[in-house]
């Protein structure tokens, strides 16, 4: 009797602190045992950054089993080398809207609908930002419609994180991103640009470095967002590989394509934290049928080579580039498919029209069959050796006839101007916008991927 008195003093009276000590010891020496255990297959050695508080949220999901995305590599740390990734696949993974309850679908975010979203403005107002070209600016040359700026890209199978210009300047603090391709990437960084600007209550805050103000000319531009030493690129490289030239017999310069070439100004981009490529739009383009431009490979200029076969030896060329000179643990490279164009009787410069479209287009049937350049693309894809996340764009694009500029490339002003239609890059606000928040929900996804890896 005595002894359990003395047991009872010891636990309630003499020292309820020890009593709790002991315990909270115990549980946290189980927990640890657990997450050592569970890191043993070369995860961290120590992991200072976790708090009981975070542990609930590191459960496995039932989505841990799909093959998952390459995670940007800043973002994924030393677990990259032991991802298994599919080039191709677009099966990832995203987490559900902001819900207290971490919730994942798998599904494939390229797969989906344009639906209206009264309630849902475009990330940056109309007109607002300066960083958009004027060619782009629809608003601003007097597009008086506006159901295209109310369009909302949504996934069938799950939803996606609404693009959040804080989270994404967060994210790239310190951080490089290029875009590295044609105009319709010009397209996608302005847009990019532009909706993080809209974040910054401060807005000198970002500025081109060299202060140019058009985007159209130069082969390379540079945003700078300063409080957070993040730098947002645009490199000029259409067709990705070198654009050269050579005397034919009669001492005639031709220009060529040097398919066996990456273009030269990989400097600039080959050691940034994520690359954007794309190429496309000018292989259909009349500069490559006609005559303008020779292919060559070596010494040896082309006669007669198919422009499809063409550009797979262009994308062959960039795949080893990539394979050979790109630092996967440092750097996430994206490919950004083709996007849809909607010229109606006749191309681009031989009167061909989309002037007038207020809707997308919602019947299936009249959408193009995947184009032969995606298909050629995506072969290439599966037998590299880098990680590349292909943003699956084309039918997404193709359903928006409406997205286009038109006859609003120009201002109402420049009536001359209005003699071709653009219908192949998009308003900004509008399509592109949408590419950067899947961008951005990629990279949301990536994150959790790397807290969850910590206990994997
Ligand atoms: C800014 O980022 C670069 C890398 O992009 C880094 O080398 C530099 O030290 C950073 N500067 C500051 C002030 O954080
Ligand atoms: C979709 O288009 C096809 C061919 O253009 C047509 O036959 C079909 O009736 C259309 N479907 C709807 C629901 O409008
Ligand atoms: C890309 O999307 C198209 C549908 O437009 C689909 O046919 C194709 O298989 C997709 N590619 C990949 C790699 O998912």
Redesign the pocket.
């Known amino acids: 009797m005595d002894s359990f008195k003395n047991l009872c003093n010891y636990f309630f009276s003499k020292s309820r602190t020890h009593y709790f000590f002991t315990t909270i010891f115990t549980l946290t020496l189980i927990v640890f045992f657990f997450l050592f255990s569970a890191c043993s297959d070369g995860g961290p050695a120590s992991p200072p950054a976790i708090s009981s508080t975070s542990l609930p949220s590191r459960r496995r999901s039932p989505s841990d089993e799909l093959t998952p995305l390459p995670p940007p590599a800043f973002l994924s740390g030393a677990r990259l080398a032991s991802q298994s990734y599919t080039a191709c696949s677009t099966t990832i993974t995203i987490p559900a809207e902001k819900t207290a309850e971490e919730k994942f679908d798998s599904c494939d975010i390229f797969d989906g609908s344009w639906v209206i979203d009264e309630g849902s403005k475009p990330v940056y107002e109309p007109g607002s930002c300066p960083f958009v070209d004027d060619s782009f600016d629809c608003f601003k040359n007097g597009r008086p419609d506006s159901d295209y700026l109310k369009l909302k890209w949504k996934p069938h199978a799950c939803k996606i994180p609404r693009f959040d210009g804080v989270k994404m300047l967060k994210l790239l603090k310190g951080k490089r991103m290029v875009f590295v391709g044609d105009s319709l990437n010009r397209n996608m960084w302005e847009s990019l640009v532009c909706a993080m600007r809209e974040s910054l209550s401060d807005k000198t805050k970002v500025f081109e470095v060299s202060g140019l103000r058009q985007f159209r000319s130069q082969g390379f531009y540079s945003f700078i967002f300063k409080d957070f030493n993040c730098s947002i690129d645009f490199v000029k490289s259409p067709f990705l590989v070198q654009e050269w030239k050579f005397l034919d017999k009669a001492g005639t310069r031709r220009e060529t394509l040097r398919l066996d070439m990456m273009e030269g100004s990989y400097n600039k981009y080959y050691d940034a934290d994520v690359i954007v490529f794309n190429t496309g739009h000018w292989w259909t383009h009349q500069k490559t049928f006609q005559g303008k431009y020779y292919f060559q490979e070596g010494n040896h200029v082309y006669n007669k080579l198919a422009v499809a076969d063409a550009y797979k030896k262009a994308l062959k060329t960039w795949a080893q580039w990539v394979d050979e000179n790109i630092d996967s643990s440092k750097t996430s490279v994206f490919f950004r498919g083709y996007s849809a164009s909607h010229f109606k009787g006749g191309q681009w410069n031989s009167g061909g029209s989309c002037d007038g479209e207020t809707k997308p287009i919602?019947?299936?049937?009249?959408l193009s069959p995947y184009p032969w350049m995606m298909r050629a693309l995506e072969s290439v894809l599966m037998k590299m050796k880098t990680p590349v996340f292909y943003l699956n764009i084309t039918k997404m694009t193709d359903y928006r006839k409406d997205g286009h500029p038109s006859i609003f490339r120009r201002s109402s002003s420049n009536i001359k101007n209005r003699v071709f239609q653009d219908c192949s890059h998009w308003c900004l606000p509008g399509v592109p916008d949408s590419w950067n928040e899947l961008l951005y929900a990629i990279l949301v996804q990536s994150q959790n991927q790397k807290l969850s890896s910590f206990v994997h």
């Not at 919602?362 to 009249?366: K, L, S």
């Open positions: 919602t019947n299936e049937t009249q």
